[in-house]
């Protein structure tokens, strides 16, 4: 299913302590930083997480980051591979919806790495993410090197449904 976001509240000046990572709106994007320190009740500093600038925000422009954010972009192969790159592109889809290309790079990315780590030499084929007509389908494939010739035989859509005819 789709990924659902959390409408995160700004965060109370009273839970912004030094060291903390938060998600920033900032110059018509969102990103990501880390509090260096609360000035008042109504300002913090941060660093920005991409480049590290730092600026004085409103209190009200800092969120909590994405409950997904908590762990390292990284994606599982073998067998979860359907399933975990979509989780990833879901999760980068996410990002970009709030304005965040860097962190959603970084989960693309991570789908990317892991579509790239699959064992060639499975006597059954690879596992292979094909997209047709938008729609991402798990799949097993198999090449001969020799002849440059390949198959890939269509096994479920990731979003579950079965191939049609």
């Not at 299913?1 to 109370?12: D, K, S």
């Not at 509090?35 to 209190?59: I, K, N, R, T």
């Not at 599982?76 to 965040?100: H, K, T, V």
Request: hydrophobic content about 45%; glycine content about 8%.
């Amino acid at each position: 299913g789709a990924l659902q976001l959390a409408v995160m509240a700004p965060m109370e000046a009273a839970s912004l302590l030094a060291g903390a990572s938060v998600r920033v709106s900032w110059q018509e994007a969102s990103r990501r930083a880390t509090v260096a320190c609360l000035h008042g009740e109504a300002q913090v500093e941060v660093l920005f997480d991409d480049d590290a600038s730092d600026a004085l925000v409103d209190v009200a422009a800092v969120r909590p980051l994405e409950a997904f954010e908590s762990t390292p972009p990284a994606c599982a192969g073998g067998e979860l591979l359907a399933e975990e790159a979509a989780r990833c592109r879901e999760e980068g889809n996410a990002l970009y919806r709030m304005s965040d290309a860097a962190a959603a790079a970084e989960r693309y990315s991570a789908a990317i790495v892991s579509l790239g780590r699959v064992d060639a030499g499975s006597a059954d084929g690879v596992p292979v993410l094909a997209v047709v007509d938008r729609v991402i389908w798990a799949c097993r494939g198999t090449w001969r090197q020799k002849q440059d010739l390949g198959e890939v035989r269509f096994r479920q859509r990731v979003d579950g449904r079965a191939p049609q005819g």
